[in-house]
């Protein structure tokens, strides 16, 4: 896509096309104040002041023209007021009249987004819309963000055969190299004896897809520890437990927790936020060999736990268990994990809700308030301790799918629990990191959903350096 720094302007009274913004409160005095042709140009193209609405008319001298766009209320704008006008006004550079677009500069940006990595066919590059601010303070995190969101959708909406475990370490790799941060890449006999769960999962994948965990430092030591966890299933094919053909096709997706985690680092480094930063991502494919984990097989873990595999198409709460386990032993002060975990989550929460599951109150308040305020929702769900008896096992210290069926999301959660230092501060999210139909600034495909409520708590606990 364009670059997305090139999207929002410092407005130094550039030649600009006039932007109006207008609500159903203010759509009749305004109508009224245009003149005629303005006012039969509106009427033709159905222009009421309603949501997502945008037209374009005569100005004043009837020499040039602008532009209008309706949105739910003018004095308050969402993140998403501004994306239709992105998406559809014609290319060019434009000043809002008589507003500052705050938060709505997320929505211009991201309603430009477009994968086009595989596109073959000529004339698809699209001209860009862009947009002028005196809100100069506020523009880089703005870009920041929408650049992260960017990010996410890139790496999900691209296919496993080209997003596999390796891909995700060089992703990894880059982020390293361009903040000066140390990476370390455990795979192989290494991983079989510190990280046997995620070696499980991932040794019946080919050799180019080998499972790994991808670690990343940066930042002072003296500063609070920051862990952020990704799951990185790269494909799942369910294991020896198969997924339908059906549950199969978006399974490129399952990394998409790993996709967040990799872009919540970016910001964290690209902003230079006070924290010392621990990205973990367990990177692997859950293939179908010879020598695939087996239901009734049992794991051991690098917590010293046993776990009895009921369901191999329950893979990702192993391998996000050992890298818990990592996580924790260096005593950080907050752990955030992001992972496409559980079915049940969306069933109870549709696509467009992350579950969270946090251990204190105070954490899900602030997540829930981070997320309402950059309309990046989402949804606390229980960590009831009544639920934990579930995941007893006959055979093993514990098993990884009950076969009840009941409280999914809370008892896989329940499980990564198990496996998080006692009393330290976490927060985990069951995102979907897709969505299954477009929405102004949202188009279908990969989706960041929980990244900016996570990255709005981190600001409003350590402050931006």
Not at 22 to 37: C, H, L, Q, V, Y
Not at 83 to 95: M, V
Not at 267 to 276: A, D, N, T, Y
Request: glycine residues 10%.
């Amino acid at each position: 896509m364009t670059d997305k720094h090139a999207l929002i302007q410092p407005d130094r009274d550039q030649k600009a096309i006039p932007l109006h913004i207008i609500d159903k409160a203010a759509w009749p005095e305004w109508f009224r104040s245009r003149g005629a042709t303005a006012r039969t140009m509106l009427t033709a193209q159905k222009f009421e002041g309603g949501p997502g609405e945008v037209a374009v008319v005569p100005d004043g001298s009837g020499d040039a023209w602008e532009a209008v766009a309706g949105v739910a209320d003018a004095s308050n704008l969402s993140a998403w007021c501004l994306a239709r006008a992105a998406e559809t006004l014609p290319a060019g550079t434009y000043r809002l009249h008589g507003a500052e677009a705050g938060k709505a500069m997320h929505g211009w940006v991201t309603g430009q987004y477009r994968f086009d990595r595989y596109r073959t066919e000529p004339g698809r590059e699209v001209e860009p819309r862009i947009l002028l601010t005196r809100e100069v303070r506020a523009l880089p995190g703005a870009l920041a963000e929408a650049t992260a969101v960017a990010m996410v959708r890139d790496l999900v909406n691209t296919p496993a055969e080209d997003m596999g475990p390796a891909q995700l370490e060089a992703e990894a790799r880059a982020l390293a190299k361009a903040h000066h941060a140390t990476i370390h890449v455990v795979s192989g006999d290494a991983l079989e004896r510190e990280y046997p769960m995620i070696h499980a999962v991932g040794r019946a994948a080919a050799r180019s897809h080998a499972p790994r965990l991808i670690e990343l430092e940066w930042g002072d030591e003296r500063h609070p520890r920051v862990a952020v966890v990704g799951k990185g299933v790269c494909f799942d094919s369910g294991g020896l437990d198969i997924k339908p053909a059906a549950g199969m096709l978006l399974m490129k997706k399952d990394m998409g927790g790993a996709a967040h985690a990799l872009a919540l680092a970016a910001l964290i480094m690209g902003q230079g936020l006070p924290v010392r930063l621990h990205l973990l991502i367990p990177a692997v494919e859950n293939a179908i060999a010879g020598n695939a984990f087996r239901p009734g097989d049992i794991l051991r873990t690098r917590q010293g736990l046993s776990v009895e595999v009921t369901n191999t198409d329950a893979e990702g709460r192993l391998v996000l268990g050992d890298a818990l386990t990592r996580a924790s032993e260096a005593g950080p002060d907050l752990v955030i994990d992001f992972a496409t975990l559980t079915g049940a989550a969306r069933v109870a929460l549709g696509p467009d809700l992350p579950a969270l599951f946090t251990r204190t109150d105070d954490t899900a308040a602030a997540l829930i308030a981070s997320g309402l305020e950059r309309d990046d929702p989402c949804w606390r769900l229980p960590l009831h301790d009544g639920y934990r008896e579930w995941l007893e096992s006959d055979v093993g210290d514990l098993q990884n799918a009950p076969a009840n069926g009941f409280a999914g999301s809370s008892v896989a959660a329940l499980f990564l629990d198990r496996f998080v230092g006692a009393g330290i501060d976490w927060a985990h999210f069951d995102t979907f990191a897709w969505r299954p139909a477009a929405k102004p600034g949202r188009p279908k495909g990969g989706e960041a959903l929980g990244l900016r409520a996570a990255w709005g708590l981190l600001l409003g606990r350590y402050g931006q350096a």
